[in-house]
Nanobody
Framework: QVQLVESGGGLVQAGGSARLSCGAS????????MGWFRQAPGKERMFVAA????????GYADSVKGRFAISRDNAKNTVYLEMNSLKPEDTAVYYCAAVRPKTIYSSLSDRPESYDYWGQGTQVTVSS
């Protein structure tokens, strides 16, 4: 089991920045691909970003590309999501997720069903 706890959400003005953190415990963090997803009220959970075990490979949703950056610190068992130029449409509950890739060649996934472990989420509200 992997336990994930997000932090860093809150109320941010449009154009501002925020940094989310997700701390992991329970298993060897560096064995897992990590992802960030978000879910707005009444909408499906959507992919935001993902990162490989070493951090050498990342992927982003088109809607956040160039504004958000995912990173990880394996020594601290933490994955981050740096969010810049925030827009009201970025308002959502943000979740981090983890999956242990089946092989070293496994690709990063943007599908929620690919991930095995989830945090409880942290609310990000962007005011206009």
């Amino acid at each position: 089991q992997v336990q994930l706890v997000e932090s860093g959400g809150g109320l941010v003005q449009a154009g501002g920045s925020a940094r989310l953190s997700c701390g992991a415990s329970g298993r060897t963090f560096s064995n897992y691909y990590m992802g960030w997803f978000r879910q707005a009220p009444g909408k499906e959970r959507m992919f935001v970003a993902a990162i490989s075990r070493s951090g050498g490979s990342t992927g982003y949703a088109d809607s956040v590309k160039g504004r958000f950056a995912i990173s990880r610190d394996n020594a601290k068992n933490t994955v981050y999501l740096e969010m810049n130029s925030l827009k009201p449409e970025d308002t959502a509950v943000y979740y981090c997720a983890a999956v242990r890739p089946k092989t070293i060649y496994s690709s990063l996934s943007d599908r929620p069903e690919s991930y095995d472990y989830w945090g409880q989420g942290t609310q990000v509200t962007v005011s206009s």
